[in-house]
Every structure is written in structure tokens, then in C-alpha cells.
């Protein structure tokens, strides 16, 4: 009976010990399982974190660097539309509209007074003195000796604008020529002409005037009138 009893104390004992070992090592299964599902889980949500504050930092940087570069883009756009806006382009003589005045008609100090008017919506600009032909010569006339210097100097002209320039009429000959028509034509700083018009002088009263000279030659643009009138 003792011997049955040990057996069964002891088959007990085994089962019990049996018992809390399973139990101790399903706990500890289910602590490590725990553990590692834990320290899984803690490392996908520094990553899934990570992932998030990096993504979200390029896109912010990218961003930033986006709007950045385009508004630069857009000040530079702005800024060579305004550049090429405040520049105007020189005058080549088709936009402008030209009359011609005689005065002082065989007297001393007789001059061909000729006005141009920017008749374009732009401005523009010239330099230097008119290319002139009178009447049905094929030569150009010289600039002045006698001018005031600063021919080289850009006069802009805004549209409805004016510019002055005259031909001053010699008879130092009996050879004369008359004529009642010349041709102008803009010069530019290296000599060259754009289109002539052909013209007709007139006088005061709007008439055409005849004009007669043995020599003559040409003043440079100005935004006066010429001859102190």
C-alpha cells in the first residue's frame, strides 16, 4: 500500500512538476513571443515613424526648394520682361512721321526745319543726325561742322514724341540746285540707314516751298528746335 501511494504521491508530484514546467515554459514562450512582438512592434513604429518624418522632411525640403526655384524663376522672369520692357529698341524710321518747314526763304540763316513724331505705341530711340538727300541728288549731305557735340548721345522717344533735326541751305556758288522735296532717313551709330521717306517741304502758310542751294548740311537729332524759335 505504501509502496502504491509513493507511486501514486510520486506519478502526482511528476504530474504537477510536469504541469508548472508546461506552465513555465508556455509563460515564458508567451513572454518572449511578447517580447519580441513588442520590440517588432517598437522597431516597425520607429521605422513607420521614421519613415514618415523623413518623407515628410523631403517633401517639405523638396517642397520648400519648389516654391523657392519657382519664385525665383518667376522674379527672374519678371525681372527680364521688366529689363526687356524699360529697353526700347532703336528707331529705324518706319513709326515715325516726319514734316518738313522752310523758313528764312532766301535770306540769310535759311534752313529746312525737319520734325520727326514717334507715331508707335513704343518708344524708341536715335542718335546721331538724319540721312538727307535733296531733291534729285544722290548725295547725302554732311553734318555740320558748326553743331553742338553729343551726337552720340540716345534721345528716347515716347510715343507722340518729338525730335528736331534741320538742314541748313548755302548758296556759296552760282551752281544752285531747287528742289521742294528731300529724303530722310534714320542713321544709326555705325553710319547705316534704315527706309528714306520722301518728302515735300512747305512753308508757313502750308504751302510747297521751293528751296535753292549751292551747299548745304545736316544737324544732329534734338528734343528742341534749332535755331532758338
Known amino acids: 500500500m505504501r509502496t502504491s501511494r509513493f507511486r501514486i504521491a510520486t506519478a502526482a ?12 515554459f508556455i509563460g515564458a514562450g508567451n513572454a518572449t513571443a511578447g517580447g519580441v512582438q513588442t520590440h517588432t512592434g517598437s522597431i516597425g ?22 516654391k523657392q526655384a519657382t519664385k525665383a524663376s518667376k522674379t527672374t522672369a519678371k525681372a527680364g520682361s521688366a529689363k526687356k ?65 553729343g551726337g552720340k548721345t540716345r ?8 525730335i528736331y533735326s534741320a538742314v541748313a541751305l548755302f548758296r556759296d556758288s552760282a551752281k544752285t540746285h531747287t528742289s521742294t522735296s528731300l529724303s530722310v532717313a534714320m ?10 521717306s520722301e518728302l515735300d517741304a512747305f512753308n508757313a502758310k502750308g504751302t510747297p516751298s521751293k528751296f535753292t542751294w549751292s551747299a548745304a548740311d545736316v544737324l544732329n537729332w534734338n528734343t528742341a528746335k534749332p535755331y532758338n524759335f
Not at 50 to 55: E, I, Q, R, V
Not at 113 to 131: E, G, Q, R
Request: with cysteine.
Open 85 to 149: 520692357a524699360a529697353d526700347p529698341r532703336q528707331c529705324n524710321g518706319d513709326e515715325m512721321s516726319y514734316s518738313v518747314l522752310h523758313r528764312f526763304a532766301k535770306q540769310q540763316g535759311e534752313h529746312l526745319l525737319i520734325t520727326a513724331v514717334n507715331a508707335d505705341s513704343k518708344p524708341c530711340w536715335v542718335t546721331s543726325y538724319p540721312s538727307v538727300m535733296l531733291g534729285d541728288t544722290a548725295n547725302v549731305l554732311p553734318h555740320s561742322k558748326h553743331d553742338a557735340p
Open 45 to 66: 513604429a520607429s521605422a513607420t515613424v521614421a519613415a514618415h518624418a523623413d518623407s515628410a522632411g523631403a517633401q517639405q525640403v523638396t517642397g520648400t526648394v519648389g
Open 187 to 196: 542713321r544709326d551709330q555705325t553710319g547705316d540707314t534704315g527706309p528714306a
Open 155 to 162: 534721345i528716347t522717344i515716347r510715343p507722340g514724341g518729338k
Open 13 to 24: 508530484g511528476a504530474t504537477t512538476a510536469l504541469a508548472l514546467g508546461l506552465t513555465g
